[in-house]
């Protein structure tokens, strides 16, 4: 039997070539190197495709995969997110390459660019993402209350962006990879500044020209911006651009087919994000390491936080990853290696849970405690953390959308299992049913 090219095996597959060569890389499939470039054996390529085929036609009589409740889930085709064998990849690209650069180039600004130019690889001289020339979002916002939190900011933001946006009605793809980056990038520009002689790196005042961590950290703390810090901002953003189908990228995803124009899509994924149990976790872990910094003994505000949290310990045991998440690690990583002393005493605290934590349960700490280690130790605000993830967020889920658009209209209409009263039984006499 014919050898099987890159292309053929990637299409059978239904992933991208850099997807294919990360399993290769990782001896998921064998390949072998041909005068023409790489060649794979179609049985073994057929066998990995059932192997890696979650869901069947309910026709054929299989079980669809469940979740904890025993409910049916869906399956979403996706080429941006993967998350196995404890690992996290972006594009086919590990995610601890996404944050790897050299000095203080940022990084953010260039994945939230290639996930649209789908190139092999992030441009490490990509420009900064500009957003609109135009005050209408800040005077939205200006109009908020002053104890409007700084996600109802961004719901106010999205709004106003589109609004003032021509474009948000054109759903082909490449007007979606131009109204994606003027999009995150608004978000970040019509949040206040919290000081304004702090917001500098490297002589630069925060403002248009500069990379969108830059931008943002001003508007997270009034703490001077070093480059090790904006360092740490910007591999945050990176780390949470995306996560598979997580419950906003779904709430996201579903507006999509819907048609919903890029800035209901993100105002959508607002809607998920925004909740206990996913966007504003680090709040939760924020006020657990600022109870241990202030002298409560760590095993104590642990149990008052699983009881207050109900879902288990807020900032540990994320269920995609049970050796530990990837994200935490290379965040909390780049956090020791600033030396700053305020970060060094903010992780102190969260050794002081976690040790806790993993000596009674096993669990490792999630992306939502390095959240909230890194607002902890540079004075932000406990919604840090949410502000960070939704930024990040919003880009991937344009990234999503520009797929959906691509694919059949309203496909993500889900059946509903009808569990209530018999319809007969609402026709007995002196019922109010006509």
Do not use: K
């Not at 490792?364 to 840090?384: F, G, K, Q, Y």
């Not at 209209?409 to 002196?430: E, F, K, M, S, T």
Request: proline share 7%; glycine share 8%; aromatic share 4%.
């Amino acid at each position: 039997m014919d050898s099987l090219t890159a292309a053929q095996t990637a299409a059978r597959l239904g992933v991208r070539t850099e997807t294919l060569y990360a399993y290769v890389s990782r001896g998921l499939i064998a390949r072998e190197r041909g005068a023409h470039g790489s060649l794979f054996d179609p049985l073994e390529v057929e066998r990995f495709a059932r192997a890696r085929r979650r869901v069947t036609s309910p026709s054929h009589g299989a079980a669809r995969p469940a979740g904890a409740d025993g409910s049916p889930l869906a399956v979403i085709d996706t080429d941006i997110a993967l998350i196995e064998d404890g690992e996290l990849w972006i594009r086919g690209v590990p995610i601890d390459e996404l944050i790897a650069g050299e000095g203080e180039a940022p990084r953010f600004d260039a994945v939230v660019r290639w996930l649209f130019a789908r190139t092999d690889l992030p441009q490490r001289d990509a420009l900064p993402l500009e957003g609109p020339r135009s005050a209408a979002s800040g005077r939205v916002l200006a109009a908020l209350p002053p104890e409007a939190g700084a996600f109802s900011r961004l719901l106010a933001a999205v709004a106003a962006l589109a609004a003032e946006d021509p474009e948000r009605y054109d759903l082909r793809a490449d007007t979606v990879a131009r109204v994606a980056p003027r999009l995150v990038a608004g978000l970040v520009d019509a949040l206040p500044l919290l000081g304004t002689e702090n917001g500098r790196i490297g002589g630069a005042s925060s403002g248009a020209g500069l990379p969108v961590a830059a931008r943002l950290w001003p508007r997270l703390t009034a703490l001077p911006a070093t480059p090790d810090r904006v360092r740490v901002l910007d591999a945050a953003l990176v780390l949470l651009v995306d996560h598979d189908m997580a419950a906003s990228t779904l709430a996201a995803r579903a507006a999509a087919s819907a048609r919903a124009h890029p800035y209901a899509v993100v105002a959508a994924g607002f809607g998920a994000l925004d909740s206990a149990l996913h966007g504003a976790v680090s709040a939760a872990v924020h006020a657990l390491l600022r109870q241990v910094r202030d002298g409560a003994d760590p095993a104590a505000a642990v149990a008052t936080a699983t009881r207050l949290g109900g879902a288990g310990i807020p900032g540990f045991g994320q269920l995609l990853y049970p050796e530990g998440d990837p994200r935490a690690r290379l965040l909390l990583g780049l956090m020791r290696e600033t030396t700053d002393p305020q970060a060094e005493a903010a992780l102190r605290v969260a050794d002081r849970v976690s040790a806790v934590v993993h000596a009674r349960t096993g669990l490792h700490p999630s992306v939502d405690l390095a959240l909230a280690v890194m607002a902890l130790a540079w004075e932000m605000h406990a919604d840090a953390g949410e502000t960070v993830f939704a930024v990040a967020r919003s880009a991937g889920w344009c990234a999503h959308a520009q797929d959906e658009y691509g694919r059949a209209p309203l496909r993500l209409r889900p059946i509903g299992h009808y569990v209530g009263p018999d319809a007969a039984d609402l026709q007995r006499p002196g019922s109010i049913a006509r």
